[in-house]
């Protein structure tokens, strides 16, 4: 929902008109100076910013500390970015509501795990598994945005994976 009147620029989560028509009038405006248009702006360039750092991190694919670095800073970026079109305070509320808190934190525990992998253990392989990791959980995480996208996807897979033919 794209409103530039001081509506919420982006609907989500589990609630209902009031709650989603109060997300910029509260505690965006309190905290915020920034305009409905320049909150548009900024979240284009932060996930624009987060886009462009997964794509370098794919350059250096072959050294996975680097590779591992720029790509969850990229993510976190990507991610984060919908915090100027709803607030941080909005944004943390809704990833941690009850119906995503078990997919928001086994993505960042994800987060987690690819950087300690990378950054403390120095191991390759289990980088790469962390990464892969924190892709799925990432995906697992945005699908909890979109009406019975995680049903559709649980039976699509189930389909894929009997193994009676």
């Known amino acids: 929902m794209w409103k530039l009147s001081g509506q919420p620029l982006l609907g989500g ?4 008109e ?7 009038e509260g505690e965006s ?3 915020c100076s920034l305009s409905p248009m320049q909150r548009i702006y900024a979240f284009a360039a932060i996930l624009l910013a987060g886009f462009v750092c997964m794509f370098l991190s794919l350059i250096v694919f072959v050294k996975p500390i680097k590779f591992a670095v720029l790509f969850t800073f990229g993510n ?7 915090a100027f079109l709803i607030g941080a305070v909005q944004q943390l509320r809704m990833m941690f509501d009850p119906t995503r808190i078990i997919a928001t934190s086994i993505y960042l525990g994800c987060v987690v795990l690819a950087l300690v992998c990378a950054l403390l253990i120095h191991s390759k392989i289990l980088t790469i ?3 892969i990791c924190e892709i799925c959980a990432l995906i697992w995480y945005s ?3 979109i009406p019975f996208a995680r049903r559709m996807v649980s039976q699509l ?3 894929l994976c009997d193994t009676e033919l």
Not at 13 to 16: L, S
């Open 129 to 131: 598994i962390a990464i």
């Open 76 to 82: 976190l970026l990507a991610v984060g970015s919908t």
């Open 157 to 159: 897979m189930i389909q």
């Open 29 to 31: 405006e309190e905290f």
């Open 13 to 16: 989560g589990g609630g209902g």
């Open 143 to 145: 699908l909890s945005y």
């Open 18 to 24: 009031e709650e989603v028509g109060s997300i910029l």
